[in-house]
């Protein structure tokens, strides 16, 4: 019998599975929950209250973060210490999946999966509570603001990984069928820096460009410019790419306007060459700009770094998958160029990050960040017996 035949097969310990057989539909109830009441970042004060409340009812003695949302909360004893981290946020996008549980708060919804991260880590903290005995303490990390790359931040602020070995994390993947965990050693994603360029001008007749400051042209020579330039001053093989995602300036044909924008994203999952990219940018962008006479303020926010993958971290999660799935559903998953801000964990401690199966197997999968993404659910008992198994490898 295959995992994904039948995801409720006990893989042990004997716990975990009675747990499992008897409170599955519990774990799939909050996950509804929680999608159907989703809060942006550094809102979630009802997820947060919600994540309290189930934790406390279980006998644990769980702790907001000082900033008001997010949680943290240890299971067991000793002074072996691993942490779990799921993230509670949800995304400023409008569902419409049409689901009988969909999102109740208009322009918000759980389209990235966060919602099941949390349902996953709230079900393998009642789970490690239930069992006669751990080899250690198991630090529960539900993170806030992971969509606007700070939370993680946050956690470490009010001493979240003191005392932690190492830390865990997974991430709903629609491209991998459920009951797959998809780990990598090395970079899995990437470090997102938001760009943001405002040009100003006298403006001007577009018949007399040589009395003024052509505006449109300087953004022109950016938007090709720019990403031209640092593709000849970064390694290929850093992964770096910049893309420009809105840009505004004048409305006339025959108006050279005074202000305008430029918006973009930068990536790379070369953690040293994402260090020095500020410096380059600036440097860079002053060149293109300093022939055409515009003048700009530029606005360069650094995300989170690029999550890299302890090997050791990896091959102890690797072994957890196995053992609480099967050696079949453990595979090698791609670098990605999205963002996460797990990356500010593994500047501390080691730690392994991995992306669980959410695709049903049927039709196409439905993306991430988009309104109509669903998840298949059978991935949550899945994701509690992969998070419960990863500390308890590192554990022992």
């Known amino acids: 019998m295959s995992i ?8 042990g310990p004997s716990w975990l599975d009675a747990w499992l057989n008897d409170n599955a539909d519990l774990v799939v109830g909050w996950r509804r929950h929680i999608h159907a009441h989703p809060e942006p970042a550094r809102h979630e004060y009802a997820t947060t209250e919600y994540v309290v409340n189930i934790l406390r009812e279980a006998g644990l003695r769980p702790e907001v973060l000082p900033v008001g949302t997010g949680v943290l909360c240890d299971v067991g004893q000793g002074p072996r210490c691993v942490a779990l981290r799921a993230d509670i946020d949800a995304l400023r996008l409008a569902e419409i999946t049409g689901l009988p549980f969909a999102s109740t708060v208009e322009g918000v919804c759980h389209a990235c999966g966060h919602d099941a991260h949390t349902a996953a880590l709230l079900g393998a903290a009642l789970a490690l509570a239930s069992a006669p005995e751990l080899p250690g303490r198991v630090r529960l990390v539900f993170q806030p603001a992971e969509e606007e790359s700070g939370g993680a931040l946050d956690v470490l602020a009010t001493g979240g990984l003191q005392g932690v070995e190492r830390i865990f994390g997974l991430h709903c993947d629609p491209r991998l069928r459920v009951g797959r965990i998809g780990t990598r050693v090395g970079a899995i994603t990437s470090a997102t820096d938001l760009l943001e360029l405002r040009v100003s001008s006298p403006g001007g007749h577009t018949s007399r460009p040589h009395l003024t400051a052509d505006l449109v042209y300087a953004l022109g020579l950016v938007i090709t410019g720019l990403p031209a330039l640092l593709a000849r001053r970064v390694d290929p093989r850093s992964g770096m ?9 004048g409305e006339a044909f025959n108006a050279i306007p005074e202000k305008g924008m430029l918006r973009g994203t930068l990536r790379t999952s070369d953690r040293e060459v ?4 500020q410096t380059l940018v600036e440097e860079l962008l002053s060149a293109v700009l300093a022939p055409t006479g515009v003048g700009f303020e530029f606005d360069h926010r650094r995300g989170g770094p690029p999550v890299v993958n302890d090997a050791e971290s990896t091959d102890l999660l690797g072994t957890g998958v196995e053992a609480a799935l099967g050696p079949d559903a ?67």
């Not at 994904?4 to 893989?11: K, Q, S, Y």
């Not at 994402?274 to 990219?277: D, K, N, V």
Request: charged content about 15%.
């Open 4 to 11: 994904v035949e039948d995801l409720g097969a006990g893989h």
């Open 274 to 277: 994402w260090a020095g990219l």
């Open 330 to 396: 453990l595979v090698t998953t791609e670098l990605s160029s999205g963002g996460e801000d797990f990356g500010w964990y593994l500047d501390h401690v080691p730690g392994s990050y991995a992306r669980i199966g959410v695709w049903s197997g049927v039709g196409a999968p439905s993306d991430l960040h988009r309104p109509t993404f669903q998840l298949d659910e059978r991935a949550l008992p899945v994701g509690v017996r992969v998070l419960v198994h990863a500390a308890l490898a590192a554990l022992a």
């Open 241 to 249: 790419v910049l893309t420009w995602g809105a840009v505004s300036a």
